[in-house]
């Protein structure tokens, strides 16, 4: 059995592998004051004792670390492995002139699509920060773009202003009738903007793929139908420790 982590900037999500095939995710939020002693409890309840680690982390090395150290006190001698982007991989080619630079997250959700579709695809990581990458029919990666997150979005403006406040609340999107409704509304319509104007500029058509916490949100403002996947990077993490 193998346990997989996906460590992102506000989360972190785990999930298990028994050969090919992925359990249920659970996501924890690591910036909270339990956050070691919850995982360590979760992993002690597993019912069978995982022999491999994969994880793709983009987080702070310090919490890698620590998450790390969990595993090894729960399972002295598990063996981990924490891939890093490449320049080819499963029938994927990085449009990364230095390959590895580019966010393993990112590197992981190119490689999951790609095993669902071979067609033209945008995968979109709706996180802490938001990621739209586009691969061709022929596995090449086009590039991306990178631009705050929803709660980026509204910290930074309570961090830049007087009067605005920051809210962790999510409310119906449109004319708000109230300043944490109207934030609310501004972030989402500017991420989903943002995707529009992307795919806009592209020439030929692709299928959405979006994954991320706020994915929900952003795809109910999208003009464009995009299927949603909670896993995107553990299904491409998953790929590539089994390839």
């Known amino acids: 059995m193998t346990l997989l982590l996906d460590i992102g900037n506000s989360r972190v999500k785990w999930a298990l592998a028994h050969g090919s095939i992925l359990t249920a995710t659970t996501a924890i939020a690591h910036q909270t004051a339990h956050f070691k002693q919850t995982l360590q409890a979760q992993w002690q309840e597993l019912a069978q004792r995982p022999s491999l680690i994969a994880i793709s982390c983009v987080s702070h090395t310090t919490l890698l670390q620590q998450i790390i150290l969990i595993a090894q006190q729960l399972w002295p001698d598990i063996a981990i492995v924490t ?3 490449q320049a080819f991989a499963l029938g994927v080619q990085s449009a990364y002139e230095q390959p590895e630079t580019l966010g393993v ?3 992981l959700a190119l490689l999951a699509v ?7 695809a945008c995968v979109i990581d709706c996180g802490t ?8 029919a022929q596995g ?3 590039g991306g773009v990178i631009s705050p997150g929803l709660t980026l979005m509204k910290r930074a ?7 605005l406040p920051y809210a962790e609340n999510a409310f119906q999107v449109g004319l708000a009738k109230h300043t944490v409704a109207a934030i609310h509304s501004g972030a989402v319509y500017a991420a989903a903007g943002l995707i529009e104007k992307v795919l806009s500029r592209q020439t030929q058509t692709f299928t ?3 994954t991320g916490g706020d994915a929900t949100f952003i795809a109910a403002e999208l003009a464009v139908e995009a299927t949603i996947y909670d896993d995107l990077v553990l299904r491409g993490l998953l790929a590539l420790i089994t390839a």
């Open 157 to 163: 403006l309570a961090a830049g202003t007087g009067q």
């Open 129 to 136: 920060a938001i990621t739209v990458d586009f691969i061709n």
């Open 114 to 120: 790609r095993q669902i579709t071979q067609q033209p």
């Open 105 to 107: 997250d990112r590197w």
């Open 208 to 210: 959405l793929f979006l």
């Open 83 to 85: 891939p890093t982007a």
């Open 140 to 142: 090449l990666h086009l």
